[in-house]
Structure formats: C-alpha cells, structure tokens
C-alpha cells in the first residue's frame, strides 16, 4: 500500500464489508440493522423506529368506521457504546519479500479479529431473552441426537406462544449441529433454500428454524451443573444493531521503517422485543 494511494472511506468501507462477511450474530438477519442516525463516534445515539400495535374493529354493514387510527412511533435509542481499535505495522523488509497485497490480508485478518469480538457482544444479549428453557443451575441435558431436535422444537413453541413473527433462527455451537445432523428431520444446507444458504454459518434448517452455527455461542458455568450453552432462538426482530469504522489512518511509525494501519470500530446493540429471542441453556452431551 502506498500511503499516497491511502483514502480512508475506501479502506474503511472494506473494513466494514470484510466484517459483514465474518459477522454471525451480528449479520442481517440475525439482527434488526436498519437505524437512523450517523455513527461519528462511541456514545452517538442512533434511532430504531417501530410502529405501534394497530387497533382491531368489529365492521357493521351499512355504518361508518371510526376515523382513521393515527399510528404511534414507538422510536426508541441504541447508545452505541462500545469501542474496538488494531494498529499494526509491515516492516519494509518484509514487505519486499512478500506479496505485494500483504496490507490488504492484514486488513482482512483484523476485520476478521473486530468481528468476532462484536459477535461475542452481540451472543452476550442473550441475558434479555423473553423467555428461557433451563437455568445455569438447571440445564436442559441431550441423552440422545433425537432430543436435539425436540429441544428445538419446544424453542419454537415458545416464540408461537409470544407470537413472534417473522423468519426464525437459532444459533448453536458446532457440537449441536453434530447432533442434528445424525436425526433424518434435519434438512442440510444444500436442500435448503438458496436466501438461507446466503447466511454467514448456515448450516441446515429443522424444527422451522434456520440453524447457524457460531463458536461464540455463550457459556456459563455451574460448580455443581457444570458448563451450559446458551442455545438462542429469535427472530429479526429481537435484537437492534448497529456499527460504524469510524477512524482509519495510515501512517509510518516514528521508531520503524514500515507501513502501519489503524483503526476504530464502534457499534451498540440492545434487545428491543425480548418476547421475539428465547434461550435454552443446555449441557453438551458427554
């Protein structure tokens, strides 16, 4: 990269791409990502516009209906608090020795490394679920691949009994996908239909539900119940998201013959209809 090339929307809008690839938790889809609002700077506070619920009448023939219902906007606020910045260097010397888009891969890589960690910010709102199936005290156990499912099934049960509408998915760690896979009712990801398989760790659908798998799926841990998996079922929905690369400078550092990068990534996230996320916390199979 010559640093006279160097325009910082270019690379921070590769930045943010490169991360759209790597995102699970956070990807469309999973999250609500439409906002008002531009992100400058952590503590900016972006707008997610709802509609409030619609009034229902009973129609009689020949009588006029009551006067139009004027909707309430059930706006609400994401703080985007949250704050994630790399900085690295490609010394000169090794620079001539390797390829000439070595900046670029660097590039990617911490893409890569700042979405996992907002990933694992994104699994952690798990905590506001509307409803949950097991405890960290209490967690539900899998004796056979077959209960994988059921579980999954009873997920589903609770979103219906929420009436959460809206596509459905659930995020489970790989050893969950090993479960379903040995069940016949599990449709993997090249039967399925082609949006789904479009999704970052899609790996099948079951139950009504899309399965993604993550590896950043949340863990807690009992002293007597052991280790459970925090098992998210949700809808679009449920969660709100949003993020920005707010900063991105190349540079040459002052003590090094090099070329250097940095850069900062904010975003926030919050849980706005919890009746639409359900967690199971479950204890992997031994």
Do not use: C
Request: net charge negative; aromatic share 8%; no cysteine.
């Amino acid at each position: 990269m010559s640093l006279n090339n160097f325009i910082p929307a270019v690379w921070a809008g590769n930045l943010l791409a490169n991360l759209n690839n790597a995102h699970v938790f956070a990807q469309a889809g999973m999250v609500n990502r439409d906002y008002e609002g531009e992100i400058r700077a952590s503590g900016d506070r972006v707008k997610i516009n709802q509609i409030g619920r619609v009034t229902i009448f009973d129609y009689t023939k020949n009588t006029d209906m009551p006067a139009p219902e004027v909707l309430t906007d059930n706006q609400r606020e994401l703080i985007i608090n949250q704050a994630k910045a790399f900085n690295f260097v490609i010394d000169d010397v090794d620079k001539a020795q390797t390829q000439p888009k070595v900046m670029g891969e660097a590039t990617k890589e911490a893409a890569y490394a700042l979405s996992d960690v907002a990933d694992r910010y994104v699994a952690g709102l798990y905590v506001g679920a509307g409803s949950n199936l097991g405890s960290t005290v209490a967690p539900e156990t899998l004796a056979t691949p077959a209960e994988a499912y059921d579980l999954l099934v009873e997920l589903g049960i609770l979103l219906d009994e929420n009436k959460a509408a809206g596509p459905r998915q659930v995020a489970v760690p790989p050893w969950f996908v090993g479960q379903l896979a040995r069940d016949d009712r599990f449709i993997k990801t090249g039967s399925a239909g082609a949006e789904s398989t479009l999704r970052n760790g899609f790996s099948g659908q079951a139950a009504g539900f899309d399965i993604v798998k993550s590896n950043n799926v949340p863990t807690a841990v009992d002293g007597t119940a052991g280790t459970s998996f925090k098992i998210q079922a949700s809808t679009p929905q449920a969660r709100s998201f949003a993020e920005q690369i707010v900063e991105t400078e190349a540079y040459r550092p002052e003590r090094r013959f090099g070329d250097a990068l940095k850069g900062l990534h904010v975003y926030g996230g919050k849980v706005i209809r919890p009746e639409a996320l359900v967690v199971a916390h479950v204890k992997r199979p031994a």
